[in-house]
Structure formats: C-alpha cells, structure tokens
C-alpha cells in the first residue's frame, strides 16, 4: 500500500510540473523587452519625443557640426572655377605630406600608382584603363579637391571618405608627386 502512495504521489507531482510548464513562453522573463520587443516600422511616427515628430526635426539651413559646406558647384564651370581660383587653406604645420602619402596609398594609389603615373594595380589587371598621369594633365591644388570632392568620369568622390582637410593634404601631395614625374 505504501508503494502505491508513493507511485499515486510520484505521477501526481509530475503531471503537476509538466502541465505548468509552457515551451512556447518562457515562465518568468528578466528582460521582457528583448524577448517580446516591440515592432516598429521604418520612418513611421512614433510617440518617442514629447510632442510626436513636431520640433524634432532639423531647421532649414543647418549643417552638422565639423561640417565646412563647399560652396563651388559640381558642373564644368564649377571645375574650371576651382582650378583657377580655389587654394589650399591649410598653413604649413597643417599642411602634413606624410599624412598626405599615407591617405593617396590608401585612397588613390590603387588606381593612380605609387608615382601618380596612372599605373595603379587595378589598371595593370585591365579592371579601369584610361586613369591619366599627373604629368599629362594640367592640374593645381584646387582642380584635384573638386576632383577629389565631387568625382570625375570613372572616378567617384572621395568626400564621404576625406575630411576637407585630408583632401587638402592628398592634393598637396598628388602636386609633390606630379613635380617629380
């Protein structure tokens, strides 16, 4: 009769922790956020700020800090612009070439080579041809930062990747390696 209490006792007490328990939702949640988070959908309104979207959104004209605008168009006439009269506004201690080298190796050197003389690895693979040498072309400070700013022909701008002031460095030094092709 005893074993039969304890077997009676043993069932009871498992039927009793199994039904409680549900794999499809954990019992307790220390963190309900991450298990149930909640959906949002992209650029939809949300009652995130106090007053909704209105006064949150960014006034007409701002530009974001660090941010110097360049004011010279990207057109044929911005170029030729930027050619004739666009100089460097960093002094001599900004005006870094080391910088200025490290940046092109990274940046152009792919393309342009080491020496600026248009024989980079990817136009030794045929992947881009036509890439010019800095000696045949007719460039100054200010036509390489507009190149290096907005892009031209097969090449794409480099300004996400540059601050204004690394342009200015690389243009510095792509002028270097143009006076000793």
């Not at 006792?9 to 307790?28: F, R």
């Not at 298990?35 to 007409?60: D, H, I, M, R, W």
């Not at 080491?114 to 200010?142: C, H, M, Q």
Request: charged share 25%; proline share 4%.
């Amino acid at each position: 009769m005893k074993s039969l209490y304890k077997i009676v006792a043993l069932v009871g007490l498992s039927i009793g922790a199994v039904s409680c328990h549900d794999t499809a939702k954990p019992n307790y949640q220390f963190f309900p956020n991450m298990y149930e988070s909640v959906g949002y959908e992209t650029y939809s309104e949300s009652n995130a700020f106090k007053n909704g979207k209105e006064g949150q959104l960014v006034p007409e004209g701002a530009i974001k800090r660090g941010f110097v605008p360049y004011e010279i168009p990207n057109t044929t006439e911005g170029y030729a612009e930027a050619k004739a009269n666009l100089k460097s506004p960093l002094d001599s201690i900004s005006s870094n070439l080391e910088k200025g080298k490290e940046l092109y190796t990274i940046y152009c050197a792919i393309c342009h080579g080491d020496k600026g003389d248009g024989k980079g690895k990817l136009v030794e693979r045929e992947k881009f041809l036509g890439v010019p040498n800095y000696k045949d072309r007719e460039i100054t400070e200010g036509s390489i930062f507009h190149v290096e700013t907005y892009g031209l022909n097969a090449m794409g701008s480099h300004a996400n990747q540059l601050t204004q002031e690394e342009r200015w460095q690389v243009a510095g030094y792509v002028l270097k390696l143009r006076s000793e092709l």
